[in-house]
T-cell receptor
């Protein structure tokens, strides 16, 4: 039973570029949440997807967008990258009826130069 | 304001010693509280989860306590090992009136275990 997987593991981009991060939820899970974690800080909630729609959103600008596919996998897109977007991006999955049971992926380390 | 505060911010102990990490929260309405262990550059891994009615929960050498009256939780690590070196994050789940859940993260305690 595969857990939450994310790709790529590491990514280096320059300012102004666009990036797409990918997440496959744990088997049986249908809800995907994305978090941004700056070095030395706790994770900050970006948004959550359920039934292919954005259900909740944190305090992040519209440059951050996402998508959920019919197989429940998800993408996080960030446009017009800023230096401050450098962080570990975490994906977490859960099953709708047990939304408090979240499992995290290993994360994608994004560095913006 | 819904907040989760953890202390200490960092901690260094010798291998084999015990330690206790603290988490205070002002989240309402409360649904549950979870402790995560996060190795550097990796995703958090759940250690324990406690609901309002639970006072203590153990997972091996990790024991979490919850006092819902004072809104405090602690994570006690017994006989520490080098592999316990990590950040420990306290997360409180708040149930919104809409029925959705919001996770309030603490900033974590960075534990370093020395040989």
């Amino acid at each position: 039973d595969a857990g939450v997987t994310q790709s790529p593991t590491h990514l280096i981009k320059t300012r102004g570029q666009q990036v797409t991060l990918r997440c496959s939820p744990k088997s049986g899970h249908d809800t995907v949440s994305w978090y941004q974690q700056a070095l030395g800080q706790g994770p900050q909630f970006i948004f959550q997807y359920y039934e292919e729609e954005e259900r909740q959103r944190g305090n992040f600008p519209d440059r951050f967008s996402g998508h959920q596919f019919p197989n429940y996998s998800s993408e996080l897109n960030v446009n017009a990258l800023l230096l401050g977007d450098s962080a570990l991006y975490l994906c977490a999955s859960s099953f709708e009826e047990a939304v408090h049971e979240q499992f995290f992926g290993p994360g994608t380390r994004l560095t913006v130069l | 304001k819904n907040q989760v505060e953890q202390s200490p911010q960092s901690l260094i102990i010798l291998e084999g010693k015990n330690c206790t990490l603290q988490c205070n929260y002002t989240v309402s309405p409360f649904s549950n509280l979870r402790w995560y262990k996060q190795d550097t550059g990796r995703g958090p891994v759940s250690l324990t989860i406690m609901t309002f009615s639970e006072n203590t929960k153990s997972n091996g050498r990790y024991t979490a306590t919850l006092d819902a009256d004072t809104k405090q939780s602690s994570l006690h690590i017994t006989a520490s090992q080098l592999s316990d070196s990590a950040s420990y994050i306290c997360v409180v789940t708040r149930k919104r009136f809409s029925g959705t859940y919001k996770y309030i993260f603490g900033t974590g305690t960075r534990l370093k275990v020395l040989a």
